[in-house]
């Protein structure tokens, strides 16, 4: 149960009504984040334009790798909501459970090469609070690899964006 009290639909504005009306027809529900989100318009807006954009847009990532940042980054900060929200979305991208589960124990154990492990452990360094002392020579070194500005860009923007909405829903209580 969440630490605040978090609005129901009709108790929504009317913007966020119109949003929250497809997930309702579809799933019968809204998250709790969701809801969380649906409290301040401006927050709710703010972040959806970040999903859009970070997540379901196509963009110079692959949908692989930006769920194993999503589930990384997720379980590096403990939020164990977004974790199991991200499982279901990697399964609907066609993710086995096999990845999945890889994922979760770690960079290292993921069947895949070095280059992906390059960028997803340097997205897990640059979501601690100590990513200050992260060094020209470490960018430099994922762009050897192949990784482009851009690409090295988004994967630190989602990044960022998991630990946002890890914090919200890790502070506010949601999916306990």
Same mark, same amino acid.
């Not at 959806?48 to 949908?63: A, F, H, N, P, V």
């Not at 086995?96 to 340097?122: P, R, Y």
């Given at each position: 149960?969440? @630490?605040?009290?978090?609005?129901?639909?009709?108790?929504?504005?009317?913007? #966020?009504?119109?949003?929250?009306?497809? &997930?309702?027809? $579809?799933?019968?529900?809204?998250?709790?984040?969701?809801?969380?989100?649906? &409290?301040?318009?401006?927050?709710?807006?703010?972040? !959806?334009?970040?999903?859009?954009?970070?997540?379901? !847009?196509?963009?110079?990532?692959?949908?692989? +790798?930006?769920?194993?940042?999503?589930?990384?980054?997720?379980?590096?900060?403990?939020?164990?909501?977004?974790?199991?929200? @991200? $499982?279901?979305?990697? $399964?609907?991208?066609?993710?086995?459970?096999?990845?999945?589960?890889?994922?979760?124990?770690?960079?290292?154990?993921?069947?895949?090469?070095?280059?992906?492990?390059?960028?997803?452990?340097?997205?897990?360094?640059?979501? @601690?609070? !100590?990513?200050?002392? #992260?060094?020209?020579?470490?960018? !430099?070194?994922?762009?050897?690899?192949?990784?482009?500005?851009?690409?090295? &860009?988004?994967?630190?923007? +989602?990044?960022?964006?998991?630990?946002? #909405?890890?914090?919200?829903?890790?502070?506010?209580?949601?999916?306990?």
């Amino acid at each position: 149960m969440a @630490h605040i009290t978090l609005p129901e639909f009709e108790d929504m504005t009317p913007a #966020i009504q119109e949003k929250a009306r497809p &997930i309702l027809e $579809k799933t019968g529900q809204l998250g709790e984040i969701f809801k969380l989100l649906a &409290i301040d318009e401006k927050i709710y807006f703010a972040t !959806d334009g970040m999903i859009q954009k970070y997540l379901l !847009d196509e963009t110079t990532l692959s949908y692989d +790798i930006k769920e194993a940042i999503a589930l990384l980054i997720s379980k590096e900060n403990g939020c164990k909501m977004c974790v199991d929200v @991200h $499982k279901n979305i990697a $399964k609907m991208l066609g993710l086995s459970e096999i990845q999945i589960e890889e994922i979760l124990q770690g960079v290292e154990s993921m069947n895949t090469d070095d280059k992906d492990k390059a960028l997803l452990n340097f997205c897990i360094k640059a979501s @601690h609070k !100590d990513n200050y002392k #992260i060094l020209k020579d470490e960018i !430099d070194a994922l762009k050897e690899m192949g990784w482009s500005d851009i690409q090295i &860009i988004e994967a630190v923007a +989602i990044t960022g964006y998991f630990n946002y #909405i890890n914090t919200l829903s890790n502070v506010f209580g949601l999916g306990e």
